[in-house]
């Protein structure tokens, strides 16, 4: 069965420090990934989004992934974190060629210090 | 252009009782969704809706019930609420069900006593 594991239940950075916040899938062909963020009491953003082509991928508020097929991963990075990215985020697998079912993971709760 | 509204906001109902979920997009999308979130849990699929006129369900349809009124609109209906479905409830939709790129409202708190 499909399935997406975002192993980090909360993390905490300070700011201005490097972010990176992990997800593996278990699929077994190339699927679609997403990340999304949930600010308190808000619906879930899309940052971004990877269907197929170059693995690295740019996002909104600065953010990147790389999708690692060999790893199974689509890790979610920033270079520098600002206090206003403290929210849950999501990773998704959705499934093309099986199904074509949606999956998002548990999420993982990103605290910012100053 | 509001994108995806939810009614209500928040709702308090006893065991037993019904009540229907409200959710409307104004992005001329094909496919909507309901889920629910619970902590630790990610969000889960309830139903969805690939096109006006036809419905399915997701992974957690028990005690569910819904109804895609025309392609604005997509309700979702509790017929007798237990407090295992005090959750938060989100409406999304996307373009057609393949596009997955999906626009969520913000969502329902819903407590059931």
């Known amino acids: 069965a499909q399935s997406v594991t975002q192993p980090d239940i909360h993390i905490t950075v300070s700011e201005g420090a490097s972010l990176e916040l992990r997800c593996n899938y278990s699929?077994?062909?190339?699927?679609?990934l997403f990340w999304y963020v949930q600010s308190p009491g808000q619906g879930l953003q899309l940052l971004l989004k990877?269907?197929?082509?170059?693995?690295l991928v740019q996002g909104i508020k600065g953010f990147e992934a790389e999708f690692k097929r060999s790893q199974s991963s689509f890790n979610l990075r920033k270079p520098s974190v600002h206090w206003s990215d403290a929210a849950e985020y999501f990773c998704?697998?959705?499934?093309?060629?099986?199904?074509?079912?949606?999956?998002f993971g548990t999420g993982t709760s990103l605290t910012v210090i100053p | 252009n509001a994108g995806v509204t939810q009614t209500p906001k928040f709702q308090v109902l006893k065991t037993g009782q019904s009540m229907t979920l409200q959710c409307a997009q104004d992005?001329?999308?094909?496919?909507m969704y309901w889920y629910r979130q619970d902590p630790g849990m990610g969000l889960r699929l309830i139903y969805y809706?690939?096109?006006?006129?036809?419905?399915d369900k997701g992974e957690v349809p028990n005690g569910y019930n819904v109804s895609r009124l025309n392609k604005r609109e997509f309700s979702l209906r509790l017929e007798s609420a237990a407090p295992s479905q005090t959750s938060v409830y989100f409406c999304?939709?996307?373009?057609?069900?393949?596009?997955?790129?999906?626009?969520f409202g913000p969502g329902t708190r819903l407590t059931v006593t």
């Open positions: 699929y077994g062909a190339t699927p679609y």
């Open positions: 990877y269907f197929s082509g170059d693995t």
């Open positions: 999304a939709s996307s373009p057609d069900r393949w596009d997955y790129e999906q626009y």
């Open positions: 809706s690939a096109s006006e006129g036809t419905t």
């Open positions: 992005m001329n999308h094909n496919s």
């Open positions: 998704a697998v959705g499934t093309p060629t099986t199904g074509n079912q949606f999956y």
